[in-house]
């Protein structure tokens, strides 16, 4: 889907049963996605959530008897908002489908099997995203036109677009330059009288090439007549683009008063960078957007590789930030060489990044291409100054086509690649190609299987640790451990990036162990220097499927003389819904070592509190969609108020994290919650030096 991964999904359920609407949720975000649900219990209540907040996609029951599907998308019709309604039942049937369809629903679901439905709410939600998106870009298209318009009528620069051949728009800058006083004059003249007599034919040649879809030069040079005859040297520069929905070429013509030598010598040195010899990143740009624009009408395919020298701080630090230019020149040197044979354009992309256009090639053509710029790098040391090294590079690299053709896309694409193929060693390319999409994820996936594999055994996992301050005067030292990974430059990657990844290849019951035995010893080690500290360690679902996790944190809590009081495992209540009965039996496993247990993203169910009843936590950490906002949500502040007051009837500790402003803590110290945290009150690290005093 086109959402970052952190967006979550606002959905309404109607549905008579609390607990069919509380298993889709948890089927959605079994899935991964976060999901902010809501279910009204009567019309009245359906009405006035549809006004209060915004809602992307609706599910309902085709047979509920509090509110009939017609009634539901009759009252999400009368919004005027953008709002899909998927059908749901218990059994799909002709009737049934006849009804719901007939209804105005976007699509019919049966209850089960679950993933189904899961695949209609993903589809209708990517879709919305996709018509909002387009709507944004739209208006921003709009204005972006609007813009240029008065930029072009203000520009000192002659401006013409011309529509196979003919003028269809001029700004005042061109027409004085012609001799002419108005648009009318020239409108639907052709180009051609604006070209002397000698160029007539040549110029009538690069007309047909343009119309017939091939790429412009960068730069025409010929000889113009203005409107008495009289004939002055210029340059023509095109562009294809637009003009009132109809393709057009733009064109800019400017004036040759310099000697052409001069003037040739100065376009170079406007195209290239002074460092390194390559084209910059304007012209690199133009050259892209052309290969982009022949590829989208599927003429041909393209290869675009992003370089980057692996280590590149590092390297600055040994060299000298007086030797970067030097490094850069050496590295443009050896993308120069690979380069050579190839139809191919070079430039300096970025600060350390190189760029390389491979025209004309296949996806075999582009990876052979990296694989060349790989040995290049590699195939000697690097002189640089009085010093020598071994480089190696990062690459990403895009396969342009049909399918990909926009150049924010492919930017992005090969962006993401490059720091993908980094973050996983270097010395090596990720190739994107939306033509083969899942044998490029899956060497993706495969490295960083083996990057995890790898971290596991060789021990380059790392906890960072923040404070968690109480708000009720206690000073006992408690923080809560955050995983994260060595990157190969030695920057730590967030488990965001991996933890998918290791759950669907059986890794994270081994991270969780990692975990969970290096907090132990943390916690041993502060006990031993007379710090008895409390740390808050995440557990995923994977251990609770067995009593390995459970029997490991007892004997690591013998092997480090740690009491159990003094480690709290923290459980998404996501999770504890879909596997209920192996939480509780790891909880009474947990208690039975003195472990503690915490219910993190509380709050954020169709009915949390029932969980209670089947679950007694040490610690609720409250969802932190509630807290986002809570200085300009009264509902927020309300329903924060009202898990601190349940939990404290009940004897439990509540905490909210994130915190980023003093308004925010301001705000919690009146709602009775017990603890927080957040990069407001201190960021996590490696060290534990907050003074709890």
Known sequence: MSKSQDAALRLMIVDDSPEAAEAIVSTLRNAGIAVRPLRPASADEFTAMLAAQPVDVVVAQVDSAVLPLATVVQQVTA???????????????????????????????????????????????????????????????RETERRCDALIDSSRDPIAYVHEGMHIRANQAYLEMFGYDDFEDIEGMSLLDMVAPQHVEGFRQLLKSLAQGEAPPPRHELQARDIDGNAFPAAMEFAQAQYEGEPCVQVVIRRQELDPELAQEI?????????????????????????????????????????????????????????????????????????????????????????????????????????????????????????????????????????????????????????????????????????????????????????????????????????????????????????????????????????????????????????????????GERIRTNQPTTLLVKVSQASLADDSLTRYIGEQLLAHGVPGEYLVLELAEAKVFTHLKAAQAFAAAAARLDCRIALENFGAGLDSFQLLAHLKPNMLKIDPGFTEDLTGNADNQTRVREIAAKARELGIRTMADFISDAATMSVLFGTGVDYVSGNFLAPSGPDMTYDFE
């Open 267 to 523: 376009e170079e040195l406007r195209q290239r960078d002074q460092a390194t010899g390559l084209y910059n990143r304007a012209t690199f740009l133009h050259a892209l957007e052309g290969a982009v624009d022949s590829a989208a009408r599927g003429s041909t395919q393209h290869g675009l590789l992003l370089v980057e020298p692996d280590h590149y701080q590092h390297l600055l630090a040994d060299i000298g930030l007086d030797s970067a230019d030097d490094l850069l020149a050496s590295a443009a040197a050896r993308l120069t060489a690979a380069a050579q044979g190839l139809d191919a354009v070079a430039a300096r992309f970025g600060e350390h990044t190189l760029a390389l256009l491979v025209r004309n090639t296949d996806h075999a053509g582009t990876e052979a291409a990296a694989n060349r710029v790989l040995a290049a790098f590699a195939a000697d040391l690097f002189e640089i100054g009085a010093r020598s090294s071994v480089i190696t590079a990062s690459i990403g690299a895009v396969q342009v086509g049909e399918k990909i053709a926009s150049v924010s896309q492919v930017l992005a694409k090969a962006t993401e690649a490059v720091a993908s193929a980094s973050a996983t060693g270097g010395n090596r390319f990720e190739l994107f190609d939306p033509s083969a999409v899942d044998r490029a994820e899956e060497e993706h996936i495969q490295a960083w299987v083996t990057r995890l594999r790898d971290a596991l055994d060789h021990q380059n996992f790392v906890l960072h640790y923040q404070p968690v301050i109480s708000l009720h005067g206690d000073t006992g030292p408690v923080y809560e451990a955050f995983l994260r990974l060595k990157g190969a430059d030695g920057e730590l990657i967030k488990p965001l990036s991996f933890l998918q990844i290791a759950e669907e290849h059986g890794l994270l019951w081994e991270i969780d162990h990692y975990v969970v035995g290096r907090a132990i010893a943390v916690i």
């Open 79 to 141: 919004t005027g908002k953008d709002m899909p309604v998927l059908a749901v039942c218990d059994a799909i049937d002709h009737d049934t489908w006849v009804q719901a369809i007939g209804a105005g629903a976007r699509a019919l679901a049966a209850r089960e099997p679950a993933p189904l439905l899961l695949a209609l709410v993903r589809d209708a939600w990517t879709d919305l995203e996709a018509r909002r998106a387009q709507r944004r870009l739209e208006a921003r298209l």
